[in-house]
């Protein structure tokens, strides 16, 4: 029988899985990318950041956007604010239109996070 009290000690020798040994991820580098990730946990606005991303100049009307996609002008709103919000678009109003535009920028570090390197190769961030 063992006392639940008595748990064992881990020495360097016990050590199952080592981690990586660089530093982890600064928190507020990390709440940006989970900001950008949340924002495009939704189908409707990667479809969105697409259909931007490949229009002329990356940039397109709000008035082509709803039935390109099959959405309500209401709900293209609220997609497009995430991603505004997200800083991965930019807005210009064009008389009675907003024009959206792919903020390239803003990807450039979500693209070099998930350039992740390979399990157990020598590199660290």
Same mark, same amino acid.
């Given at each position: 029988m063992t006392? %639940? +009290?008595?748990? #064992? $000690?881990?020495?360097?020798?016990? $050590?199952?899985? #080592? +981690? =990586?040994?660089?530093?982890?991820l600064p928190v507020q580098e990390a709440s940006d990318l989970a900001d950008v990730f949340r924002a495009l946990g939704d189908p409707n606005r $990667?479809?969105? /950041?697409?259909?931007? =991303?490949?229009?002329? !100049? !990356?940039?397109?009307? =709000?008035?082509? %956007? #709803?039935? =390109?996609? !099959?959405?309500?002008?209401p709900t293209l709103s609220?997609? %497009?604010?995430?991603?505004?919000?997200? +800083? /991965?678009v930019s807005r210009e109003q064009r008389g009675r239109w907003v024009h959206w535009t792919v903020r390239p920028e803003a990807l450039a570090g979500v693209k070099a996070f998930l350039d992740l390197p390979e399990p157990g190769s020598a590199g660290c961030c």
């Open positions: 006392s %639940l +009290g008595a748990l #064992p $000690v881990a020495t360097s020798a016990d $050590v199952c899985c #080592p +981690g =990586a040994d660089c530093d982890l $990667v479809r969105l /950041l697409r259909y931007l =991303a490949q229009s002329d !100049g !990356g940039t397109a009307c =709000a008035c082509h %956007l #709803p039935e =390109a996609l !099959g959405i309500t002008q609220f997609h %497009l604010r995430k991603l505004h919000d997200a +800083g /991965l």
